[in-house]
Structures are given as C-alpha cells and as structure tokens.
C-alpha cells in the first residue's frame, strides 16, 4: 500500500487497529493489547502524519482510536445485558455452563479487529479445533490468529497448564507405591494428562525411596514421534543421586497405542539389569496412552 497522505494513514491505522507510541527512541507501534508490534508501513505513516513528538502521536491515537470504535460491526461485551456477559453468567450459573467460546471470551477479555471476544474465542477454538489441539499449539501458532498477541496467547497455554496439573491431583496425594495397582494408578493419574496428546515420545523415571514414598519425577529422554533415545547410565545416576530403592519407567506412545515394541522390551532389560548393580529395583514399566484406562503395565504382564 502506497502511504503518501494523511487520510490514507489513518485509515490504514484504523483497517489494523494499530496505535502511533512516542518515546525517547523516536514514534513505534502497539496494537490493542498494548504489545509493541512491527510495522511493515512505519517508516511512511510517520512521514505522512508528521509523528515526531509525543503530542503528534496523541492525537492520532485519539483519532484512530474513535475510527476504530466507529467502524466496529459488534457490541462490545461491557454493552450486553449483564446477565448475558461472560464472566456475569459464569458467577450465577458455573463454569460447566459456559461454552468454550465464551470460557475463552473470558480469558481474552477484550477483542480485536472488529471482533468481540467471544466471536476471538470461537474463531480461535474453531480453527485449531479443540482443547487438545491448543494444548499441542505453540504461543506462535496462536499468535499467528489475527487479533491474538502474545499476551493472549500466554495465558491461553497457561490455563491449559493449569487444567492438566489439576488432572494430576490425585497424584500428588499418594503416600506410598507399594503394588502394581498403585503404581499405576500414580502414573496414569500423573502422568496421562501430561503426555497423552505430546508429539513425541517422553521417557520418564518415578524414584521411589526405601518405603516406597515417590522421591521425585525425573525425565530421562525425549524423541522423536516413534521413538526416545534411552540410556540406563542416566537413569542409574538419578537413581544414586536421589538415593532411590526402587523405581517405575514410564514413557508415552504419540499413536495412542500401548502394546510394548521390541525396542521397549529390550531398553526395559538393559535398565533392569544396570539398576541391579547399584540395588535399585524396576518395580514397573507403564506406558500411557491417550486415555486415564490406557496403559500397558509390565509388572502386571509379568515381564518385569
């Protein structure tokens, strides 16, 4: 776009709801969030608004500011009846009642480009496709939406965050892993929100001390989508390290598939077999799937 007049930078401010910023390094560029963004016509909407001061760069925020406002083709949620406002109808009737577009609507608080927050949200759910494929988004990919930045996005993962760990509660409440039943009921509580829609495949190591209280979750490895490389030398060291009695292997299948290959059969010996030499005893080797009733236990197939 050819910027050679005032008209046309205003307009063209307001079309990407960009804002002129004055400091002591000269006029930069913030969008709706407040976040400083790069500005591809910078160079000629300074020279065409005479942007050099604070006060120039005031008023032409104020001006694209009422332009914004005015060309808006939605009611801004701070309008709607109070009982239909998303956080409002959270409070009276829960959580459980909200769509996710609204949930998001939420965590946005405000739009962008013509869009309320909750039309954000639903484009937003809409176009990566559920919960999953958020978690399994990166803060660039949803930065790649027009109209969320990178505070949205940041806190978009930090809540999906916040919901696995809570899926792990229970995990945290175990005092002691003294059969095959508890340690998986420790893994797949621990673990399955964590892993189930990773890309790639993750091998843990839950040490376990001479009561067979959980010391620590050590991760050993992570690979590729078919496959981690593992070295029981590493898993030997944080067993000596934490001073472990025993352990639980645990690692994830990207496919969702849970039967052990040969390669886990073989890499399950080989870590047996070092931990002997320093007394440690393999208690169990979980792997998880997509599901909390997805697992293959090798202690309760008898091959541990």
């Known amino acids: 776009m050819d910027i050679s007049k005032r008209e046309e930078?205003?307009?063209?401010l307001a079309q990407r709801a960009t804002y002129p910023m004055w400091s002591k390094m000269g006029t930069w560029f913030r969008n709706p969030d407040g976040e400083r963004v790069e500005e591809p016509q910078g160079m000629a909407i300074v020279q065409a608004l005479d942007l050099v001061s604070s006060e120039a760069c005031n008023a032409v925020r104020k001006e694209v500011r009422l332009r914004v406002n005015a060309e808006r083709t939605y009611v801004s949620i701070k309008d709607w009846a109070i009982d239909e406002r998303p956080r409002e109808q959270l409070a009276k009737r829960g959580a459980d009642t909200m769509s996710n577009a609204r949930l998001l609507a939420i965590?946005?608080?405000?739009g962008s480009h013509g869009k309320s927050a909750e039309e954000l949200g639903r484009e937003v759910f809409n176009r990566f496709g559920g919960?999953?494929?958020?978690?399994?988004?990166?803060?660039e990919d949803l930065c790649d939406v027009r109209g969320i930045g990178l505070a949205k996005a940041v806190e978009l993962k930090a809540a999906i965050e916040i919901g696995k760990r809570l899926q792990q509660g229970p995990a945290s409440t175990m005092k002691r892993v003294t059969s095959a039943e508890d340690a998986i009921d420790?893994?797949?509580?621990?673990f399955t929100p964590q892993l189930r829609d990773a890309g790639k495949e993750f091998f843990y190591v839950v040490l376990l001390d001479i009561r067979n209280k959980v010391i620590k979750d050590a991760e050993i490895s992570r690979g590729s989508i078919s496959a981690s490389v593992v070295d029981p030398a590493d898993i030997v060291r944080e067993a000596c390290i934490h001073h472990a009695s025993r352990v639980v292997l645990v690692h994830n299948h990207p496919s969702g598939e849970c039967d052990p290959s040969k390669e886990d059969i073989d890499t399950t010996n080989r870590i047996t077999q070092a931990l002997k030499y320093v007394g440690v005893r393999v208690l169990d080797h979980i792997i998880v799937g997509r599901a909390r009733q997805d697992y293959f236990s090798f202690a309760r197939a008898g091959m541990v």
């Open 9 to 12: 930078a205003v307009a063209y």
């Open 107 to 110: 965590l946005f608080r405000t």
């Open 131 to 139: 919960w999953s494929q958020l978690d399994q988004a990166s803060v």
């Open 186 to 190: 420790y893994v797949c509580d621990r």
